[in-house]
């Protein structure tokens, strides 16, 4: 049994009444420190996905401001946020960071709407970032209303878990996605040989788990495949970490330390020190995201949900 579920405690509640049934959820953090032998959490390393993401939006923020089209300060990214927990802010903070490496000047405005999927909302909030000024907008929300909002006022756009290249064909640059394929791939041929599934599984670029979709060539800036090539190729190998704390300030400070980690289940146990060796790390401990600090760059524009 596979559910999607941040916080849930359902695995927890009916696992041990079920004993031989596996349970997996994704996105949960309940099962990973439960000692049930047959709860399972499974999530991919979808902020490095995030982050390329995030480079082919800011080659094309810095080939319009190289061209004239905007100045640097107008190189804005407005981005759709279900909610104000780690999976989103580990989202977009990936996907900033990922445009900041090659657009210098790009800042970003957050819009919550507090729901997985409110195709409204959704779109309402598409329309405003782009009333204040956002050039491109992603999102971390399940409808594509944000992409057919933000071609019909003129912006740019990157997608995320589905390629909406077919519905806003002249906004949608390209999108991020995980490939649970493998996961299932795993997972079945583990209970068919009579081996345990993985208690908390997460792998990415490397393994296939994380792909980019296509590129819409008609409107990627020159030379963006061959740069996500190379940097995908990177992440990869390790050479460039999404979270280098090089790379980002917290209140114009660089981060030496993970903030006080709570306890309700969004995040990392407080036990774990997320930073080390420049950078922080995320889904080391837990498969779960657990990045959830606010870097400087990156603006709320409206209550936390």
Not at 194 to 222: H, S, Y
Not at 285 to 293: E, G, K, T
Request: aromatic residues 12%.
């Amino acid at each position: 049994m596979l559910a999607r579920t941040p916080t849930s405690s359902w695995p927890r509640l009916a696992a041990p009444e079920y004993p031989d049934i596996q349970f997996i959820a994704c996105t949960n953090q309940v099962s990973w420190n439960d000692d049930l032998p047959n709860t399972h959490n499974a999530f991919a390393a979808i902020y490095e996905g995030r982050y390329l993401a995030g480079v082919v939006a800011g080659l094309k923020l810095q080939s319009m401001i190289d061209a004239g089209e905007i100045t640097p300060e107008q190189a804005v990214i407005g981005y759709v946020g279900a909610y104000s927990f780690a999976e989103v802010i580990s989202g977009f903070t990936s996907y900033y960071l990922g445009a900041k490496s090659v657009c210098p000047s790009v800042t970003m405005k957050v819009q919550f709407v507090g729901s997985w999927s409110d195709a409204t909302e959704e779109g309402n909030a598409a329309s405003a970032l782009c009333d204040a000024g956002c050039v491109l907008i992603s999102q971390h929300a399940d409808n594509s209303t944000p992409a057919t909002t933000a071609q019909s006022k003129g912006a740019f756009f990157t997608s995320y878990n589905n390629d909406m290249i077919s519905v806003a064909p002249e906004a949608c640059l390209t999108g991020t996605r995980i490939d649970w394929s493998i996961y299932f791939e795993e997972a079945i041929e583990a209970v068919a040989n009579g081996q345990e599934i993985p208690q908390d599984w997460c792998k990415g670029l490397k393994d296939g788990a994380v792909v980019l979709t296509d590129l819409n060539e008609d409107i990627c800036a020159p030379g963006t495949a061959d740069t996500v090539k190379e940097i995908a190729g990177k992440i990869e190998s390790g050479e460039i970490q999404v979270f280098d704390t090089k790379t980002f300030t917290v209140g114009g400070q660089e981060l030496t330390t993970a903030f006080a980690l709570d306890t309700d289940g969004d995040f990392a146990p407080d036990s774990e020190e997320a930073v080390f060796d420049g950078a922080y790390h995320e889904s080391y401990f837990q498969s779960a995201p657990y990045f959830a600090i606010q870097i400087d760059g990156i603006e709320w524009l409206n209550a936390a949900y």
